[in-house]
């Protein structure tokens, strides 16, 4: 069965950047079939996208975060990580790794979420 | 940008029928899928491609999805059917979600 898990410092000071890396297990991350992204819910909102990759390295990002944000992947560990630059109290949230289908894009698989405090 | 609606909260008695729907330009055309959030949890897929249900979800889960509007039906709604909905698309590379929906089983 596949499994996400997101791992990586639950407090991160503003302006410094916050990294998410991201364990596949249970399958493997170079399927044609689907997208590895990341979602976020800041407290009291709603789910927010924050942007996709491909096995090949081909990524989408929310035009909102294009400029502070990089995804990237890893085949050969079978993971894959966000790097979001410039952090502000605002980006405070639970963070999720999920995989999407390639055609409908169903999210059909989330990691647990981790928890990500802005701070200083 | 393209947006999707959801009203934020809808009400329900237990054992009635729960409708929560989900409104954009055209999206009857794109595939619509439904999660559940309760608290402390990750998101649960319930509906996928406008109206299939992945195992495990229960039948009483049905979805829609024609013109403007995808609709997420919940039959003979439970107590423990209270969450959070929300909708989502994929669209031109885009993954968009609507606003959510708080479901209260009164």
């Known amino acids: 069965q596949l499994q996400l898990q997101e791992s990586g410092p639950g407090l991160v000071k503003p302006s410094e950047t916050l990294s998410l890396p991201c364990t596949v297990s249970g399958g493997s991350i170079s399927s044609s079939s689907y997208y590895w992204g990341w979602i976020r819910q800041p407290p009291g909102k709603g789910l927010e996208w924050i942007g996709s990759?491909?096995?090949?390295?081909?990524?989408y990002y929310n035009p909102s975060l294009k400029s502070r944000v990089t995804i990237s992947v890893d085949t050969s560990k079978n993971q894959f990580s966000l790097k979001l630059y410039s952090v502000t109290a605002a980006d405070t949230g639970v963070y999720y790794c999920?995989?999407?289908?390639?055609?409908?894009?169903?999210?059909?698989?989330w990691g647990q979420g981790t928890l990500v405090t802005v701070s200083s | 940008s393209y947006e999707l609606t959801q009203p934020p909260s809808v009400s329900v008695s237990p054992g009635q029928t729960a409708s929560i729907t989900c409104s954009g330009d055209k999206l009857g055309h794109k595939y619509a899928s439904w999660y559940q959030r309760k608290p402390g949890q990750s998101p649960l897929l319930v509906i996928y491609?406008?109206?299939k249900r992945p195992s495990g979800i229960p039948e009483r889960f049905s979805g829609s999805n024609s013109g403007n509007t995808a609709t997420l039906t919940i039959s003979g709604t439970q107590a423990t059917d209270e969450a959070d909905f929300y909708c989502?698309?994929?669209?031109?590379?885009?993954?968009?979600f609507g606003g959510g929906t708080k479901l209260t089983v009164l």
């Open positions: 990759i491909y096995y090949s390295g081909r990524t």
């Open positions: 989502q698309a994929w669209d031109t590379s885009t993954v968009l």
């Open positions: 491609q406008d109206s």
């Open positions: 999920v995989r999407h289908e390639a055609v409908a894009g169903t999210l059909d698989s």
